[in-house]
Structures are given as structure tokens and as C-alpha cells.
């Protein structure tokens, strides 16, 4: 009889640890409690939307974390004056493994999951070569769109146009008749110049044929390429001729500006000298001016008078006038002259 109590004891003790554990192993689970290291990050969104601590964070769809806590956190309306003046922080903590992640440019937003529509917190990678995240840091949340939100835009929005329809200050009979009545219009000018419209689509059809026969020809005219490629190959090498023929070029023309530069720091010395040589004998420059004035005036004088003279020579007056006027006598001058010349001594004597 003892050994069956004893036996029904170690049966119950047994069940009792069982339960235990079983319920230890649910706690951890439902708990999502996790043993390994963690990284620490702070979201703020201007609404929870239904999230609740233990939520899941994921990366790709993929569970890395979760969410430890939520919390008040007062908002700056001073850098956007629309958004609340409270919001919500949320801690999560996510799995080590993770953290390469977590960038700086990182989308955070509240999606759902599940038949339930389970909130949880979906972390977007944008871009894997932006700075990490460090240890605590806080970032903003994407605040998803909210049914609330929009159902109450949308009431607003219906509650607008009611009032306009029923504004008697607004002819809103008469806009709608009027829309009516240029629909119709439109439906006549489409079926009135349908032949029209049929042949502009015909055109237009034909245009497009044309354009593609014209681009299958270009595609043959430059062979897959290869022409242009070509005219890409010339086009380098005549640039590289270029650059050589430049080179060559500029190395010539360094002398020739050096002897520019020489010429024109000469010619500069030389107009220097003349300027100060002109200041220097200005007086004397003058004087010679005036005196080649006064001979000007001096040789014009004399040559007045040698045409005076040569006029009264041609008109037979003085003596050689008379001489050259008077044929005979001039005969016997020039007589006299040949004598002369031929037989000198007959000045001093005669024969």
C-alpha cells in the first residue's frame, strides 16, 4: 500500500514538472525572449497604429527583433508645424547578426501581417554602402496611411461638395447643364468628322511604318555598328594627331613668344629714347623747322626773280636779251666763242 501512494506521488510530481516546463517553454515563446546579444534602436512615429510591445521587427519580411517598449515622446512642431504635438517612441531590439542592416538611410514603417492583420515593424534596406547605424541611435518612422485618417478626408471631402450642390449662390444646374450640352456637342463634331479622324489615325499609321523603315535602314547603313565604330577609331586617331601636331606646335612657338616678348620690350626702350630725345632738342627741332621754313621762302623768292629775269631775257631787253634776239649777233658771239676756244692767244695779240 505504501509503495502504490509512493508511486502515485512520483506520477503526480512528475506531471507538475512537466506542466512547468511546458508552460516556461510557452512563456518564452509567446514572450519572444531571446538569450543571444542585442542592438538597441529607437523609432518615432506619430501614431502606434495598434502596435504593441513584443510586436515583431523584420527585415525583408524576415523576423530580426522586436519591439521592448513604447512610449510617449513630445514632438518639435517648430520643424513641421502639421504633425502632433506627442508622439510615440518605440525601442526595439534587434539581433546582433543584423546590424550590418541598419543604415542611416533605412525606411522604418507599422505593416501588418497574417488573417488578423497583426501589426509588426518592417525595416527597408535602401542602400548597403551608406554609414551604419550606432547603438541607440533614434531614428524617424514612416507613418503609415490610416484608415481613420482617410475615412475622415474623405467625409470632409463629400461634406464640401454636398455644400456646393446645395449652395443656392453657386448655379451648379446650370455648370452641369452646361457640360452636358458640350459633351453632346463633342459627340457631333467626333461623328461629323469621323472621315477626318480615320484618315488623321491612317496617316499617323503610315508615319510610324515610314519611321520604322527608316530606322531598320540606319541600322543597316552603320552594320551593327561597325561603321560607327569606325568613325569613332578616325575620330581618335585624328585627335591624337592633333595633340601631336599641338605639341610640336607649342614647342615653336615658345621661342617665338620669347622673341615677341624681346622685340616689344626693345621697341619700348627705343620709344622711351625717342620720346625723351624729342623732349630734350624740342627748341632745336623748332628752330630747324622755322629756318627750312625760311629757306622755303627764300628759294621761292629767287625763283621769282629767275623767271623775272628769264622773262625779260625772252622779250630781247638787257644785254643778253638783245644778244639772243638778234640772230646775226648771235652768230658772231658764237663766231668769236669757237675762236676763242681754238686759238686763245688771239685775246692778247693779233696775227
Given at each position: 500500500?505504501?509503495?502504490?501512494?509512493?508511486?502515485?506521488?512520483?506520477?503526480?510530481?512528475?506531471?507538475?514538472?512537466?506542466?512547468?516546463?511546458?508552460?516556461?517553454?510557452?512563456?518564452?515563446?509567446?514572450?519572444?525572449?531571446?538569450?543571444?546579444?542585442?542592438?538597441?534602436?529607437?523609432?518615432?512615429?506619430?501614431n502606434a497604429g495598434g502596435l504593441k510591445p513584443g510586436a515583431e521587427v523584420a527585415i525583408a519580411g524576415i523576423s530580426v527583433g522586436?519591439?521592448?517598449?513604447?512610449?510617449?515622446?513630445?514632438?518639435?512642431?517648430?520643424?513641421?508645424?502639421?504633425?502632433?504635438?506627442?508622439?510615440?517612441?518605440?525601442?526595439?531590439?534587434?539581433?546582433?547578426?543584423?546590424?550590418?542592416?541598419?543604415?542611416?538611410?533605412?525606411?522604418?514603417?507599422?505593416?501588418?501581417?497574417?488573417?488578423?492583420?497583426?501589426?509588426?515593424?518592417?525595416?527597408?534596406?535602401?542602400?548597403?554602402?551608406?554609414?551604419?547605424?550606432?547603438?541607440?541611435?533614434?531614428?524617424?518612422?514612416?507613418?503609415?496611411?490610416?484608415?481613420?485618417?482617410?475615412?475622415?478626408?474623405?467625409?470632409?471631402?463629400?461634406?464640401?461638395?454636398?455644400?456646393?450642390?446645395?449652395?443656392?449662390?453657386?448655379?451648379?444646374?446650370?455648370?452641369?447643364?452646361?457640360?452636358?450640352?458640350?459633351?453632346?456637342?463633342?459627340?457631333?463634331?467626333?461623328?461629323?468628322?469621323?472621315?477626318?479622324?480615320?484618315?488623321?489615325?491612317?496617316?499617323?499609321?503610315?508615319?510610324?511604318?515610314?519611321?520604322?523603315?527608316?530606322?531598320?535602314?540606319?541600322?543597316?547603313?552603320?552594320?551593327?555598328?561597325?561603321?560607327?565604330?569606325?568613325?569613332?577609331?578616325?575620330?581618335?586617331?585624328?585627335?591624337?594627331?592633333?595633340?601631336?601636331?599641338?605639341?610640336?606646335?607649342?614647342?615653336?612657338?615658345?621661342?617665338?613668344?620669347?622673341?615677341?616678348?624681346?622685340?616689344?620690350?626693345?621697341?619700348?626702350?627705343?620709344?622711351?629714347?625717342?620720346?625723351?630725345?624729342?623732349?630734350?632738342?624740342?627748341?632745336?627741332?623748332?628752330?630747324?623747322?622755322?629756318?627750312?621754313?625760311?629757306?622755303?621762302?627764300?628759294?621761292?623768292?629767287?625763283?621769282?626773280?629767275?623767271?623775272?629775269?628769264?622773262?625779260?631775257?625772252?622779250?630781247?631787253?638787257?644785254?643778253?636779251?638783245?644778244?639772243?634776239?638778234?640772230?646775226?649777233?648771235?652768230?658772231?658771239?658764237?663766231?668769236?666763242?669757237?675762236?676763242?676756244?681754238?686759238?686763245?692767244?688771239?685775246?692778247?695779240?693779233?696775227?
Open positions: 500500500m505504501q509503495k502504490k501512494e509512493t508511486s502515485i506521488e512520483v506520477k503526480v510530481g512528475a506531471l507538475v514538472l512537466f506542466s512547468l516546463t511546458l508552460l516556461v517553454g510557452f512563456v518564452l515563446i509567446l514572450g519572444d525572449f531571446s538569450f543571444s546579444d542585442g542592438f538597441t534602436l529607437h523609432v518615432d512615429f506619430d522586436n519591439v521592448q517598449e513604447l512610449k510617449f515622446q513630445p514632438t518639435e512642431k517648430k520643424e513641421d508645424p502639421s504633425k502632433p504635438a506627442v508622439g510615440v517612441r518605440a525601442t526595439l531590439r534587434i539581433d546582433k547578426e543584423y546590424a550590418d542592416s541598419l543604415r542611416v538611410d533605412n525606411n522604418f514603417f507599422i505593416s501588418t501581417r497574417g488573417v488578423l492583420g497583426e501589426p509588426y515593424i518592417e525595416i527597408e534596406t535602401v542602400s548597403l554602402d551608406t554609414a551604419l547605424l550606432e547603438e541607440g541611435a533614434v531614428v524617424q518612422g514612416t507613418q503609415p496611411p490610416r484608415l481613420d485618417v482617410i475615412v475622415r478626408k474623405a467625409s470632409g471631402l463629400l461634406d464640401t461638395v454636398q455644400d456646393l450642390l446645395t449652395d443656392p449662390s453657386m448655379p451648379t444646374k446650370d455648370l452641369l447643364g452646361n457640360a452636358a450640352s458640350l459633351m453632346g456637342h463633342l459627340d457631333e463634331l467626333i461623328v461629323d468628322n469621323r472621315e477626318n479622324i480615320d484618315e488623321t489615325v491612317n496617316n499617323t499609321r503610315m508615319t510610324t511604318e515610314e519611321a520604322a523603315k527608316l530606322l531598320a535602314a540606319l541600322n543597316f547603313a552603320v552594320d551593327d555598328g561597325k561603321g560607327v565604330q569606325q568613325m569613332l577609331r578616325d575620330a581618335q586617331t585624328t585627335a591624337s594627331r592633333a595633340r601631336s601636331i599641338s605639341t610640336k606646335v607649342d614647342g615653336k612657338i615658345a621661342p617665338l613668344l620669347d622673341d615677341a616678348t624681346v622685340t616689344a620690350e626693345n621697341a619700348r626702350v627705343i620709344s622711351d629714347s625717342a620720346k625723351r630725345l624729342l623732349a630734350d632738342n624740342e627748341q632745336k627741332i623748332q628752330d630747324s623747322v622755322d629756318n627750312v621754313h625760311a629757306s622755303t621762302e627764300n628759294i621761292e623768292a629767287a625763283s621769282g626773280s629767275a623767271n623775272s629775269i628769264i622773262a625779260r631775257i625772252e622779250e630781247g631787253e638787257g644785254t643778253v636779251g638783245r644778244v639772243l634776239a638778234d640772230r646775226e649777233m648771235y652768230d658772231d658771239v658764237k663766231e668769236i666763242l669757237r675762236t676763242i676756244k681754238r686759238q686763245p692767244w688771239k685775246i692778247l695779240w693779233k696775227e
